[in-house]
């Protein structure tokens, strides 16, 4: 139990000395729009140096959701200077794209993502159609 107690001090201690701070980026292409959000807090010194961060990208159709009843897959995500990430949603004919939208997220323990960009890009494929287009900073 000590042991226990004394973690989570030391934890609350390392949150302390750090800085937070949220960017968030917006945009949006013929088909579909987007913000990503990126909330990192970098150690200030304190017991940890680290960052953390989490990232989420939201995508929401423009169109209506009975555009996309017959649509079986879809693939998205976007593109940094360092890092790509991907998503790949597969419909079986039951389940389909509720309320247009996409989600995902991540939480990561390290370096973090680049924070000083100015736009980041977004691809969505689905069916036979691809689409690009640029969140900007706000």
Not at 15 to 40: K, N
Request: charged content about 30%; aromatic content about 10%; overall charge negative.
């Amino acid at each position: 139990m000590g042991k226990v107690l004394l973690f989570a001090l030391l934890l609350l201690a390392a949150s302390a000395c750090s800085q937070t701070e949220t960017v968030v980026y917006i945009g949006e292409g013929e088909h579909w729009s987007g913000v990503y959000t990126l909330e990192y807090s970098n150690g200030a010194g304190g017991a940890s140096e680290e960052t953390f961060s989490t990232e989420a990208l939201d995508i929401r159709y423009k169109g209506e959701r009975e555009e996309l009843a017959d649509v079986a897959e879809i693939t998205y995500g976007y593109e940094l200077t360092n890092s790509a990430w991907r998503r790949t949603y597969t419909f079986d004919g039951e389940s389909t794209l509720d309320d247009r939208e996409l989600s995902m997220s991540q939480t990561a323990l390290g370096a973090g993502p680049d924070t000083d960009l100015e736009t980041i890009t977004v691809f969505m494929e689905w069916d036979d159609e691809e689409e690009r287009f640029e969140l900007e900073r706000q």
